[in-house]
């Protein structure tokens, strides 16, 4: 579990032990989501999850304490999903491998859909909001990793500044699902492979592992 549990979701009412209680709560889940989604955070209710998962009120809360502890249990299942990928420059021609990560990265998103209620919440929750910095500069230190993996196998531009290219990544990656074109996959790929490797150095890569 992530360190920020106890901020983000607290003490639960119950954790299910029993396969039918397990349902109802997973039930409960899946009908937030649904809801969520749907409607937005703010104008949907405990009493319209429920009835959407065909349980009592009360039976929500035998679960969870609110609507919040709902949808972080949701977020912290799905944050694997939700977070955009790590570019991987040594093992495979990187445009390609990059392209089909966005491709998969958005795919995903499309599928959980909780990507566009979390715009509506982190204004309002600074406990998210830290959450979700926290694991940004998670995926920031890896791509910053991976980047010095590359510089000290001398793939990278000589004056390169790695700090300011990873955080560059990061941004272009999680903005890279609009309207969700492979094209526009393959072309932010180029742009960010562009920023790391001299032309040369791709072409070496792609020769590679053609």
């Given at each position: 579990m992530p360190d920020h549990e106890d901020l983000l979701i607290g003490e639960f009412p119950s954790l299910p032990k029993q396969e039918r209680a397990q349902q109802k709560r997973n039930a409960l889940l899946e009908s937030g989501r649904t809801l969520f989604i749907?409607?937005?955070?703010?104008?949907?209710?405990?009493?319209?999850?429920?009835?959407?998962?065909?349980?009592?009120?009360?039976?929500?809360?035998?679960?969870?304490?609110?609507?919040?502890?709902?949808?972080?249990?949701?977020?912290?299942?799905?944050?694997?999903?939700?977070?955009?990928?790590?570019?991987?420059w040594i093992s495979k021609d990187p445009e390609s491998l990059l392209a089909s990560l966005l491709d998969a990265h958005n795919k995903r998103l499309k599928e959980l859909g909780l990507s566009r209620v979390l715009p509506e919440l982190v204004l309002k929750d600074p406990g998210l909001a830290e959450f979700l910095a926290d694991a940004r500069r998670k995926i920031y230190s890896r791509i910053l990793l991976g980047l010095k993996q590359a510089e000290e196998t001398g793939l990278t531009w000589n004056d390169l500044d790695l700090d300011a290219v990873a955080w560059a990544i990061l941004v272009l990656v999680e903005n890279s699902h609009g309207n969700g074109l492979r094209a526009d996959f393959q072309e932010i790929s180029k742009v960010i492979c562009r920023m790391v490797f001299p032309p040369e150095v791709l072409e070496k890569l792609r020769n590679t592992h053609e």
């Open positions: 749907s409607n937005g955070y703010e104008h949907t209710t405990a009493k319209e999850i429920a009835a959407h998962a065909g349980v009592a009120t009360g039976t929500f809360y035998r679960y969870f304490s609110d609507k919040r502890q709902l949808l972080m249990s949701l977020l912290e299942d799905k944050l694997d999903k939700l977070l955009p990928p790590e570019p991987s």
